[in-house]
Nanobody, 122 residues
Framework: QVQLVESGGGLVQAGGSLRLSCAAS????????VGWFRQAPGKEREAVAV????????YYADSVKGRFTMSRDNAKNSSFLQMNSLKPEDTAVYYC???????????????WGQGTQVTVSS
């Protein structure tokens, strides 16, 4: 079992930055791949970034490539999503998820945080 808690969301103007954090507890964090997902009102949950257990070669959705950076610190049981050059279309609830498979499919993750709201104003 892994418990995940996101933090760092908020309201920011377009062009601004936010850094989301995901704190894990419970089972060994380094055993899991981690994904950041987001869900906007009326839309399906989509993968934003995925990182394997060892932090090598993160995946990024085309919509965030070059603007978002995902990282993890296994020693601190944490994952991070640095979001720069934010756009209004980035507005969504952002979720951290952990699973045994590194996938962009939400169904592949067994553990989820409660989410943190990110709102980007124009």
């Amino acid at each position: 079992q892994v418990q995940l808690v996101e933090s760092g969301g908020g309201l920011v103007q377009a062009g601004g930055s936010l850094r989301l954090s995901c704190a894990a507890s419970g089972s060994t964090f380094s055993d899991y791949n981690v994904g950041w997902f987001r869900q906007a009102p009326g839309k399906e949950r989509e993968a934003v970034a995925v990182i394997s257990w060892n932090g090598v070669s993160p995946y990024y959705a085309d919509s965030v490539k070059g603007r978002f950076t995902m990282s993890r610190d296994n020693a601190k049981n944490s994952s991070f999503l640095q979001m720069n050059s934010l756009k209004p279309e980035d507005t969504a609830v952002y979720y951290c998820a952990a699973g045994r498979v590194a996938t962009i499919q939400a169904a592949g993750y067994s553990y989820w945080g409660q989410g943190t709201q990110v709102t980007v104003s124009s």
